[in-house]
Structures are given as C-alpha cells and as structure tokens.
C-alpha cells in the first residue's frame, strides 16, 4: 500500500467512529443532552449541538479531506475537555473502572492520531490535497 492510499485509509478509520457517534447524537439528541446534564454540565442543548458539529461535520471533514487541518485541531481540543469529563476512571465506581479507563486510553490514542493529521495534513487523496 503506498503512503497516499494509506494516508486516506488511516484518516476514513480515524474518524469513522466520530461520524457514526456524532449521527448517534443527532437523531437521539434528548438521550445526549440528558447524559451532558448527567455530567452537570451547562447548556446541554448547546453542548450537544457543539458535539454533533464537531463529530459529524469534523469526521465528514476529515472523511474528505476537507479544511484536515482546522479539524483535526475542533478534535483535539474537543478531546482534551471531554476525555476528563465523560471518562474519569479515578473516579468511577470499581466495577466501571476499568471500562473508563480503556475509553480515557482510547481517547487519548485518538488524540495522538488527530495531532499527527493536524501536523501532516490530509495526503494527497483528498479535497486539501496537501
């Protein structure tokens, strides 16, 4: 596989899980602001429109190779507040301990890859083309 093409695989399964989970929070909008409340959070309504946008228009971006970039940077510091927040193993209960932490771990990873795509842009097969 050469490097475009694995460039383009990379960037359609990094943000995969975010177009999928930001459509889940689209169409189950009541369940997403009612867990953003859960967390005591303000604004869950805004919170929740501010999820989908970056999940959904920040994964289709990055699905394209649109704007790369500027969304991997939306993800990136979109993962830097959530990951503390909705996944606090050190303060879970001890039987969803370990569950948090995998997810906190799995967030983390997902950074690393969104700041590799921030600093080497998109590759060749995409809108940007850088």
Request: proline share 3%; net charge positive; aromatic share 12%.
């Amino acid at each position: 596989m050469n490097k475009d093409l694995a460039v383009l695989v990379g960037r359609i399964l990094l943000a995969a899980m975010f177009v999928i989970s930001g459509y889940g929070k689209l169409t189950g909008f009541d369940g997403t602001v009612g867990y953003i409340a859960s967390k005591g959070l303000p604004m869950p309504q805004i919170l929740a429109a501010v999820a989908i946008l970056i999940e959904l228009g920040g994964g289709l971006a990055i699905v394209m190779g649109w704007k790369t970039r500027w969304a991997a940077l939306a993800f990136v510091v979109f993962l830097l507040v959530i990951t503390p927040i909705f996944h606090n193993y050190w303060a879970a209960a001890a039987d969803q301990m370990m569950g948090q932490k995998i997810n906190f771990m799995k967030n983390v990873s997902i950074l690393g890859g969104m700041l590799i795509l921030f600093a080497f842009g998109p590759g060749r097969y995409s809108v940007d083309k850088a």
